[in-house]
């Protein structure tokens, strides 16, 4: 099992920058493929980005790609997003997950893929 607590959520201005981070403790890190979710008021959970055990692999929605840099470091049990370029509409609460799951047909951009999630942190952008 593995707890995870996000970190570095605020408010922002458009176009300005935000570091997540997501804390993992419990069970080793590197055994998990982590991503990233988020969830604006009144809509759906939606996949934001995601990463594979060793960090080699990587994944975007199509909103966020070539503004945001997901990646992990597995010595200090961290996962961290970088956006760059914030838009209003990237306003919402951002969680990061954990799925220790060894299947072949994992799918990276499916919430319900993920088994452990962390509390949510805030990220508010104003235009």
């Known amino acids: 099992q593995v707890q995870l607590v996000e970190s570095g959520g605020g408010s922002v201005q458009a176009g300005g920058s935000l570091r997540l981070s997501c804390a993992a403790s419990g069970r080793t890190f590197s055994f998990y493929r982590m991503g990233w979710f988020r969830q604006a008021p009144g809509k759906e959970r939606e996949f934001v980005s995601a990463?594979?055990?060793?960090?080699?692999?990587?994944y975007y929605a199509d909103s966020v790609k070539g503004r945001f840099t997901i990646s992990r470091d597995n010595d200090k049990n961290t996962m961290y997003l970088q956006m760059n370029s914030l838009k209003p509409e990237d306003t919402a609460v951002y969680y990061c997950?954990?799925?220790?799951?060894?299947?072949?047909?994992?799918?990276?951009?499916?919430?319900?893929?993920?088994?452990?999630w962390g509390q949510g942190t805030q990220v508010t952008v104003s235009s």
């Open positions: 990463i594979s055990r060793s960090g080699g692999i990587t």
């Open positions: 997950a954990a799925s220790s799951s060894y299947g072949g047909s994992f799918s990276y951009t499916d919430r319900a893929q993920y088994s452990y």
